[in-house]
């Protein structure tokens, strides 16, 4: 063979893998973006939001800020082999943390019900439901917050090109 023979097949590059466990959010990597709904005269809220795999495919990492680092906060999500179930923590700019578990509805949505620690408006739980229809994530959520669920927020995220910043 000469040395300068090219060669006769190229390598097969293989997209790295996630825990079959974890499944249902590999349609979820990537950045996403919504904008809040806001009271008029109020300023806009534009959440961005990095899903990506962390620790060797065993974990999905989610990171997001609202309006550039105003307000952020990062999950680690992964499968509990001693609960078998889903588990998360998120941990938050504003001092404060949440535990919980998830909950796969179908291959589009799961639920997510969480435990809240130190928040300081009285939040002591939080369930959120979120659903992946094509290009868009929609995500329900709704806080327990002085004895009551609030009413639903709603906000539709689309794919983004801008990033997840902090202050």
Known sequence: MALNAAPTSQPETKAPSINPKLAVFAPYLGTWEADFAVPEGKSPMKDVSLWERALNGNAIRTLHSINDGMYGGESLIFFDNKKQQLVFYYFTTAEFF??????????????????VSGNDDGITKVKSTSTLLGNEMSISTSYFKKGQWTTPEKRTYKPSKLAVKFK
């Open 98 to 115: 949440t535990q919980g578990t998830i909950e796969v509805i179908d291959d589009n949505t799961f639920v997510a019900y969480e435990e």
